[in-house]
Nanobody
Framework: QVQLVESGGGLVQAGGSLRLSCATS????????MGWYRQAPGKQRELVAS???????NYADSAKGRFTISRDNAKGTVYLQMNSLKPEDTAVYFC?????????????WGQGTQVTVSS
């Protein structure tokens, strides 16, 4: 069973920065993709950024130029560096991984971490 543990959320003023981390545990044979999503109150969950096993990154337009996704393969951890935060970035941020594990190709979600940006 693969588990994800997120950390790094919190309260920050507009213009500030936060770094989210998502650590994986369990038997993982290969990472296909890792990503960060967010869900604001009353809104649908949306992709913020993703990174493939080959290192290709993809960003939502709202994240381009401000957020950076990266990963540490040795630690099985994915990060989201968020700079120049805006109040509209306030949401619960979820880590998602698409992996080949013991049960085959499987998708997992973290429990979410709250990010609140005050104006």
């Amino acid at each position: 069973q693969v588990q994800l543990v997120e950390s790094g959320g919190g309260l920050v003023q507009a213009g500030g920065s936060l770094r989210l981390s998502c650590a994986t545990s369990g038997v993982i044979f290969r990472f296909i993709a890792m990503g960060w999503y967010r869900q604001a109150p009353g809104k649908q969950r949306e992709l913020v950024a993703s990174i493939t096993g080959g290192g290709t990154t993809n960003y939502a337009d709202s994240a381009k130029g401000r957020f950076t996704i990266s990963r540490d393969n040795a630690k099985g951890t994915v990060y989201l560096q968020m700079n120049s935060l805006k109040p509209e970035d306030t949401a619960v941020y979820f880590c998602n991984v698409d992996v080949y594990a013991v049960g085959g190709r499987t998708n997992y979600w973290g429990q979410g971490t709250q990010v609140t940006v005050s104006s």
